[in-house]
């Protein structure tokens, strides 16, 4: 019995101090149009909040763009208010691209969106 208790202790224990090491955070009022051209820089904005919302952390995020196995990483700088980023993000090939934002503070929570690429004509 006190084999299970020293466990059951341990383990608890142990998830506090995973959560406090990291935690999550979502990532809310992404902005991004959903069709722009190839090679033309756009503007994304979003908001990274943290799960526990007085967790303070120095986040860092990059966004990424995905397209038949490539994956392209911009870095996000931060914006005019509290847990506000951008990043300039220019697709280099037409295509439905898929967009992600990584927090870079344990798991990111976020539905990805996508922005059609349409190829220059010249």
Not at 29 to 58: C, D, I, M, W, Y
Not at 71 to 78: C, E, Q, R, V, Y
Request: positive net charge.
């Amino acid at each position: 019995m006190r084999k299970r208790i020293a466990i059951l202790v341990g383990c608890w224990m142990l998830s506090g101090a995973v959560a406090q090491a990291g935690g999550s955070a979502r990532i809310v009022g992404l902005h991004a149009p959903r069709e722009v051209k190839t090679g033309a820089s756009f503007q994304l904005s979003f908001a990274v909040q943290p799960v526990v919302p007085n967790h303070r952390r120095n986040v860092e995020p990059v966004v990424t763009a995905s397209l038949d196995g490539q994956t392209l990483t911009f870095p996000a700088k931060a914006g005019k208010g509290k847990d506000q980023y951008a990043a300039a993000v220019s697709l280099p090939e037409a295509g439905d691209w898929t967009i992600r934002v990584d927090s870079r503070f344990c798991q990111t929570l976020m539905d990805p969106v996508t922005v059609r690429a349409q190829a220059v004509k010249s």
